[in-house]
């Protein structure tokens, strides 16, 4: 059974950094590529960033590229989401999730962490 689990949120005042962490267990992790998705009650579910099995490629949504950053460590089962230069409207709970999009049905999610921005 695949198990995801997210740590790391928390309150960060407008122009901070968090560093989220997700570690996952009950499938082959170096054979999955991953993502960070984002929910908020106004805009429901946003994907956020993806990686490759190998960590060689990452994808982002516009709205925070050149902010977040994703890596992996397959030794560990691990993937991290570095939360930079952090704005009012990255306000949401935020999940990982398996597959490179993370908001396909046959997608797994964990139960996420909350990152609130506000001064």
């Known amino acids: 059974e695949v198990h995801l689990v997210e740590s790391g949120g928390g309150l960060v005042q407008p122009g901070g950094s968090l560093r989220l962490s997700c570690a996952a267990s009950g499938f082959t992790f170096r054979d999955s590529s991953m993502s960070w998705v984002r929910q908020t009650p106004e805009k429901g579910l946003e994907w956020v960033a993806g990686i490759s099995t190998q960590g060689g490629k990452t994808y982002y949504a516009d709205s925070v590229k050149g902010r977040f950053t994703i890596s992996r460590d397959n030794a560990k089962s691990t993937v991290d989401l570095q939360l930079d230069s952090l704005k009012t409207e990255d306000t949401a709970m935020y999940y990982c999730?398996?597959?490179?999009?993370?908001?396909?049905?046959?997608?797994?999610r964990g139960q996420g962490t909350q990152v609130t921005v506000s001064s």
């Open positions: 999730a398996t597959g490179i999009n993370g908001m396909e049905p046959h997608n797994s």
